[in-house]
């Protein structure tokens, strides 16, 4: 299969970094586990400058690198040396679509966020001696693997800031989560996932698409017109150019092996299912950090486990982009992280 | 097709009126166009205590006598006379399932919430001869009625209860209802809606149900599992018995049928797209209720138009169940509605 997606033209510069074979939480294995990377500014002698940033769902590091990092933001090249590690299945790193037989397409195994986590964890510590990060970030999923590291090595992380999203994942967003697979493995053209071309189940990337316009966004963000300010003409417009333009080039496989991941992320695979126990594991300085229109990774559920993390603050950012806020679209969005991230990053 | 849910057994007692031939706004017909009512109380001579009470997306009048009217209530038929009128595709009312060929199944014509309101009125006047109603009250679906009520007949119409519902449809609402639709057309046994039995199209009504459990109730119900009061031992248990069994039993074209409706329902069609001069037309004593959780019809939403209505209130009703404390499912709904109701009646 051919994507003129998943490429350095669209997502680069980006580098990969082989780390041998991944055993696998939920069995199995990753043979020749690559993960795609890519870094900003200089580690230091004393390697204490180092910042992880995790990637949503469909995210690359790209959209982190635009979102997040820049000089004269909170997170800036000129004083930290900053790795974008993408997910594995997010097509740029080892993923459904890119792997070798027999494990590729929809014989791709399962794989967990303790897998990304402990797969970055080798490539930080293999590739460049990091034994310490100075911050480790992200938002939606990049915020449960912020929390799977956070409670996994809590030795590591100086600072943790998961943004929008949570530690274990919620009855409801797992029904949320659900309704965008069917949506997809629903379409007759995706064949339990042996279709001969991902635009095969366009049918069922464009229903995905629009269950997440539903609950991406907040009703406000409709309201107020704010796909205008994307370009886009109308809210019909939006769904199918914007949303719809998005995903349809995405490889379904890749999709629901990131979407299987968020569904089953859960800090409490460390202590038996007590969340109260992993979450007592993070010695981070942790600033928990939901945006206050979001759907689907609501405030109230973000503020129940920031509750439950020693020393740890509530940052809720205002935004009436929901969920997507994220995507720093919102000129508002921007100067709120950064403060935030400031403030954290000066914690001692 | 027979259907084991629309009759008397479940829904009853109900009457039916034929009102003859509607003619549709979309263009077409419904012939012997019956509509299903249920009434309680007694009509007084002045003829000035009558109650119009409208349904929402496949409720039926059994639920709204259920959760609205009784004695003690608010609505008490010992002082009021009280009319559920059942909507039209809502399964015992015309629609398509039941209605006669070749107007019927997939070939059933466009109904709108204007249709609806004509029809009602027609059966007001010429079975009870009502010229004025002391209330017109509904939720969501039966809220866009009770707009249409209270602008396409002000003077008819004395006192208005919308409850969780919008005059004019939202964008954000448009596509969370085409969701909702394509979950059952994209399933292959749909057959364009020219299926032998409703059932075949088991697999699409449950990813129905199911986007309805994602934005029908509110994140906070699945945390505080509030599905164990209504007997299920788990979200996904709650899906699948209480959500799937509930829209399983229903004819797939019936709900495409309300959906489109809903997905229609607009009062600016009276005023050239002018959401002002539409609601400005109203003259009825208006308390407008959303629901604080409420996914779709936001609170935000309903006040933008509240507030365009002349001396009207806006009543924010709380309760953790969402849209879905349209139900009265929640003891804490029922104390907050009746509150708002004796109220609104008691205005002169």
Same mark, same amino acid.
């Given at each position: 299969m051919s994507y003129p997606y998943y490429n350095q033209d669209l997502h680069g510069p980006y580098e990969t970094h082989n780390i041998g074979t991944l055993t696998l939480e939920e069995g199995g294995a990753l043979r020749d586990c690559h993960l795609a990377y890519a870094t900003f500014g200089k580690l230091n002698k004393a390697k204490s400058n180092a910042v992880l940033i995790t990637t949503w769902y469909s995210g690359t590091s790209k959209i982190m690198e635009q979102a997040y990092v820049g000089a004269g933001r909170a997170l800036d090249p000129a004083k930290y040396f900053i790795i974008i590690v993408n997910q594995i299945g997010n097509g740029l790193s080892t993923s459904p679509h890119n792997a070798a037989y027999p494990a590729n397409g929809a014989d791709f195994p399962k794989v967990t966020i303790g897998d990304d986590v402990r797969a970055q964890h080798q490539l930080l510590t293999e590739k460049f001696g990091i034994e310490r990060l100075a911050l480790v970030m992200g938002g939606s999923m990049g915020a449960q693997q912020t929390y799977e590291w956070a409670v996994r090595y809590p030795d590591m992380v100086e600072r943790a800031a998961p943004i929008a999203g949570t530690a274990k994942i919620t009855d409801h967003d797992v029904l949320y989560n659900q309704s965008l697979c069917e949506a997809i493995t629903s379409d007759p053209a995706f064949k339990g996932g042996r279709y001969a071309n991902?635009?095969?189940?366009?049918?069922?990337?464009?229903?995905?698409?629009?269950?997440?316009?539903?609950?991406?966004?907040?009703?406000?963000?409709?309201?107020?017109?704010?796909?205008?300010?994307?370009?886009?003409?109308?809210?019909?417009?939006?769904?199918?150019?914007?949303?719809?333009?998005?995903?349809?080039?995405?490889?379904?496989?890749?999709?629901?092996?990131?979407?299987?991941?968020?569904?089953?992320?859960?800090?409490?695979? =460390?202590?038996?299912?007590?969340?109260?126990?992993?979450?007592?594991?993070?010695?981070?300085?942790?600033?928990?950090?939901?945006?206050?229109?979001?759907?689907?990774?609501?405030?109230?559920?973000?503020?129940?486990?920031?509750?439950?993390?020693?020393?740890?603050?509530?940052?809720?950012?205002?935004?009436?982009?929901? =969920?997507?806020?994220?995507?720093?679209?919102?000129?508002?969005?921007?100067?709120?992280?950064?403060?935030?991230?400031?403030?954290?990053?000066?914690?001692?």
């Open positions: 991902g635009t095969d189940v366009a049918e069922g990337l464009k229903r995905h698409a629009r269950i997440w316009g539903v609950m991406g966004w907040s009703t406000e963000f409709y309201q107020q017109r704010r796909f205008e300010a994307l370009g886009m003409v109308s809210a019909q417009d939006f769904i199918d150019s914007f949303m719809g333009g998005y995903f349809g080039l995405m490889d379904p496989n890749d999709l629901l092996c990131m979407a299987w991941k968020w569904r089953h992320a859960d800090v409490t695979r =460390h202590t038996g299912g007590d969340l109260k126990a992993a979450l007592k594991r993070i010695t981070a300085k942790t600033f928990v950090m939901p945006i206050d229109t979001d759907m689907f990774f609501p405030p109230a559920d973000c503020r129940r486990e920031q509750k439950l993390i020693k020393g740890s603050e509530l940052r809720v950012i205002k935004s009436v982009d929901g =969920h997507f806020a994220l995507l720093g679209a919102d000129p508002g969005y921007v100067p709120q992280i950064d403060g935030h991230l400031r403030e954290l990053l000066a914690k001692q």
